[in-house]
């Protein structure tokens, strides 16, 4: 090739769960993630709580990822704690 290269700005890919957590941050959860929370704070899986509420673990790790996202947390442990202290559960 002649002539000087193009060169590109550094692309910045931001992961979709992050982009989906600071939408929903500040957001109150709703009737079925605090029921969630709830059984995930009496230790219950994904299994078992697909199986209580009678719906598939992929929906309730809909669930909790919203949850995590409303929250501004992470995991199930950083929800619990963000949840007592908000008085949730």
């Avoid at 550094?10 to 982009?19: H, M």
């Avoid at 501004?72 to 007592?84: G, L």
Wanted: net charge positive; aromatic share 6%.
């Amino acid at each position: 090739m002649n002539g000087p290269e193009q060169t590109y700005p550094p692309l910045v890919i931001v992961p979709t769960a992050v982009r989906k957590r600071l939408s929903l941050y500040g957001k109150p959860l709703t009737p079925t993630e605090l029921e969630i929370l709830r059984w995930a704070s009496e230790g219950k899986t994904v299994w078992e709580i697909s199986q209580i509420r009678a719906t598939s673990e992929a929906t309730v790790k809909f669930h909790l990822r919203n949850i995590y996202g409303k929250l501004d947390v992470t995991n199930r442990v950083q929800a619990m704690n963000e949840a007592s202290r908000q008085g949730l559960c």
